[in-house]
């Protein structure tokens, strides 16, 4: 099974890290990283440099197209190569998936139309300006098309997904295997349950990126 996950400069790390864990795991899985061309990228602070193999001119087909998101998505959606080589990829894929912001890449290359689609609740409503639905829940399944909501959520995405592919009890098995068994020390995960204060300091922090 022939895995993508595409990498740009700016990626949140654990957009592609978090599903790559799991989905690697696949018997018979073969993962490639790809970026517009091949070679290191920066993510959103810089501190991290994750590494393409392969350019995306060198990469034509897939079963599964992982697609992260990050502060540069809001540039890419204008990036007419790259949501062209989308929409390619796209017409080859078993699965085609995204986690955060990445979902307004396959929005913009006009995957979503129509579709109900998450992404990180920042952006959410934006999902609008390309005619998909948005829909607060953390993953969502629309045919081949799964997408999910901020950062942490691909690994959902990603069991979600060993499950479709491989069944339950491999996807259990996986979700084990990582001891993925959230238990955080604050219920402040999501907008609707966050503190005031919290989402006061979110905005401090990143201003109208976050």
Known sequence: MEIVCLLFDGITALDIVGPYEVLQRLPDANVTFVAEQSGPVRTDKGFLGL???????????????????GFATRELEHNERLLEWIRAIDATTTWTTSVCTGSMLLAAAGLLEGKEATTHWASLDRLKEYGAIPTGRRVVEQGK????AGVSSGI???????????????????????????????????????????????????????
């Open 145 to 148: 098309i799964v997408t999910a």
């Open 51 to 69: 590494v393409a193999d392969k350019s995306i001119d060198e990469v034509t087909s897939a079963h599964v197209l992982v697609v992260p998101g």
């Open 156 to 210: 959902d995405m990603a069991l979600t997904l060993m499950a479709r592919i491989a069944g339950d009890e491999l996807a259990q098995a996986i979700q084990l295997g990582i001891e993925y068994d959230p238990q955080p020390p604050f219920d402040s995960g999501s907008l609707e349950k966050a503190p005031q204060a919290a989402i006061e300091r979110l905005v401090l922090l990143y201003g109208d990126q976050a």
